[in-house]
């Protein structure tokens, strides 16, 4: 009797350590920030060779202590190999995030220490680059210039050149254009009178000379 005594509870001992092994235990969980091209990513994996399913939920960690959830609570059934599940969070740099995992009645506690991500965030924010002041165009730095007139322009009198004042008649431009309204006229004058007083003297002469011959 003693001896199956012992052995049932080396059995029993036995069976209680294989169930321990076997349990699932919140050293199996592990959490860490990743990124995936400039999206950030929470992953939490789950090796638990037992396959208990549990839940993951992670919550955000203000520096004020207050907690926001990171999407929706996921379902995870672990295996040897690993099992994950990803939550979708653009994190910033030195961020503390939470992660609690419920497996059944065994586990229902969170993993430790906090992740805490990296101090280089997945998209780096592009610094705006001055842009350059743009130079005020031609048009509004220099006055526009008065086109100068073209020598046609400048040249040419005004079509209407009419005044008040009357024009020459008909009879004085012609007169203009034979000379009469210069000297002509008078020194012909002058000349016919010459012409008839020579005339007259030489007529008279004649007579004279006539009348002396015939005494």
């Known amino acids: 009797m003693r001896i199956l005594g012992v052995a049932s509870a080396t059995v029993a001992l036995a069976l209680g350590v294989t169930n321990t092994a076997l349990a699932c235990n919140i050293r199996e969980f592990s ?116 086109p100068a007139p073209s020598a046609s322009e400048s040249s040419t009198a005004p079509a209407d050149t009419s005044s008040n004042a009357p024009s020459p008649a008909a009879g004085d431009s012609n007169l203009a254009e034979t000379g009469a309204n210069s000297n002509t006229g008078l020194i012909a004058g002058i000349a016919a009178a010459l012409v008839v007083v020579g005339g007259g003297a030489v007529f008279f002469g004649m007579r004279r000379r006539g009348a002396n011959s015939s005494r």
């Open 31 to 146: 959490a860490e920030a990743t990124c995936v091209g400039d999206k950030g990513q929470i992953v939490v994996t789950d090796e638990d060779s037992s396959g208990t399913p549990a839940v993951i939920t992670v919550f955000l960690k203000s520096p004020a202590g207050v907690e926001t959830p990171v999407g929706q609570p996921q379902n995870v059934k672990g295996s040897k190999e690993g099992t994950t599940v990803t939550f979708d969070e653009d994190w910033k740099p030195n961020a503390t995030y939470r992660i609690h995992v419920k497996a059944g009645n065994i586990v229902d506690e969170d993993i430790k220490p906090d992740l805490t991500t990296s101090s280089t965030a997945c998209k780096t924010e592009e610094t705006p680059t001055p842009s350059a002041t743009p130079s005020p165009s031609e048009s509004e730095s220099a006055p526009a210039e008065t």
